[in-house]
């Protein structure tokens, strides 16, 4: 009989471990300021943080926050997001960071301000320390002021000694609220040694011990959190021990009622990420932006976006939209103003896609794409504002790029890899890979579509060429069609689409027409429909 020994407070504990704030607001009577510190999402490489700044002394006029952060950490998101004025950096003073305020403002007596930053960590992820406001220390008591030390490092397994692998979860795996997460380890012993036993931690709180192989253990009702970190340690019977860890395993909370659900590629299905998963096959439509500049006011779009054209569509059975940005925000001239601009235009186009999202209709965003560093800062800036939302759905195919001509190799290389090879033979240089790799350093783990070449209807040799995802793992196929494309025609799909669906998720984003071919439409949609393949017009 197996033999497991559950942590009985871990129904408790695991509540407090899984929770990613550390706050620090001790009371002492000299204290002259203080810092919470939040870490609000977390993943295998990087972190998002909400700090709070309060005044406990006189009103100080141009004041700065000084603070150090650790090894193996860099600040390098939300520059464009602080308040007005405010700065956040480093120069040559890295790792030390100062925020500032804009010239001349002062922060009163019991004033507080707040910001939101992130980065990048190998390793450990601790709070900077120590913070001085003013070159006064933070958090502490002036008069009985203790030094900062750093925690013990762990100990680095010897020798000899055990060999241990998390296999269950993955890195930045989601999981919904209320479900069960596996835990599974693969644990090898020395010769002549035996594994005496494996414990599961959730950011050091023990969860259970299993005594027996295979190990594992199926973690219940694990709350929501932004992420965080499970631990398999195994002891052998010469008293040796070594630990794997798993970051960035994400507990999501339930959706709104009537709320679009978030979503993720599972084999060849798009489902729910729900304690009940259910397969998602979109209907649809597509609403794009007319804009060609970033130009300050409201958002152009080419039909209604307000909340009656929602739930009109909503009514209809409209399950997705494909929302499609222009690209002219997202180069990177401009200064400060086009970084104000850049910022408007992403936040007004967040409204809609919430709007959607709440009304129960899958957001697709997705980017007319002119160029490399446009395409960069636009998946950079979608994966802050959406990366906390895994009902929204990213669309990364570039549908400029051609067909695959005299060299089909050659094309469908650079469509997967991108480089400066490509420019050089009239190609697109950045890849679905690299876009790929983008959103999910900048903490986005949203389900992601790519679709091939010849303005995305050539999907002939997209598994040959399938584009590798190893953080997120959650990559769809995408496919556009009109009756004026090369492969219009039921053969074609057969012998292109249903390889490709067999083994992947796979969305038509795009089924359109002109005058000339009123039953195009209807006749493509109802072909997909029977082989189980969403779609949709326009």
Known sequence: MRRRIFALAAAVAVVAGGAMTTVLRPAYAAVVC??????TREWSSGYWARLTLTNLGAPATDWYLRFRVGGGQTITYGYDRLPPGYRLGSGEMYPNHVLSPPAGATLATGGSVTVRFGGTYTGANPEPAPWLFNGLPCNVDLATSPPHSSPAPSPSPRPGGPVVALTSPRPDELFPAAGTIPLRASVTA????????????????????????????????????????????????????????????????????????????????????ERDPRPFRPRGIVRSTVDDECAPGPIRWDGPVDGASVRALRARGVDAVRVVLSDACWSSSGGQAGRDARVAYLDEAAGYVNRLARAGITPILAVRLGGVQPARSFWRSASEVFGDDN??????????????????????TCWRDGGSGCAAAGLPPLGVRE???????HGAFNLVLAAGVDGGNDLSRWLEYRPADPDGQSVAAAWRVDNRSACAAPSCW?????????????????????????????????????????????
């Open 34 to 39: 203080t810092v919470d510190y939040e870490v």
């Open 190 to 273: 020395s010769a002549g040694r035996w594994i005496e036993r494996v414990e599961f931690r959730e950011r050091g709180t023990l969860l259970a011990v299993d005594t027996t192989a295979p190990y594992g253990f199926d973690w219940p009702g694990a709350p929501p959190n932004g992420g965080t970190r499970v631990t398999a340690t195994a002891f052998d019977s010469a008293g040796d021990q070594a630990t794997a860890e798993v970051r960035g395993v994400r507990v999501l909370p339930p959706p709104a009622p009537g709320a679009a659900p978030a979503l993720t590629a599972r084999g060849d299905r798009i489902v729910t990420v």
């Open 391 to 412: 009902a929204v759905v990213f669309d990364i195919s570039h549908y400029g790029f051609p067909a695959s001509g005299a060299d089909p190799a050659l094309a469908w």
């Open 435 to 441: 876009q790929i790799r983008l959103i999910r350093l």
């Open 494 to 538: 057969r012998s292109t689409l249903l390889p490709v669906a067999a083994q992947v998720p796979l969305i038509a984003t795009g089924v359109a027409a002109d005058a000339s071919a009123p039953g195009f439409v209807p006749r493509t949609t109802a072909w997909l429909d029977r082989h189980g393949i969403g779609h949709l017009r326009g």
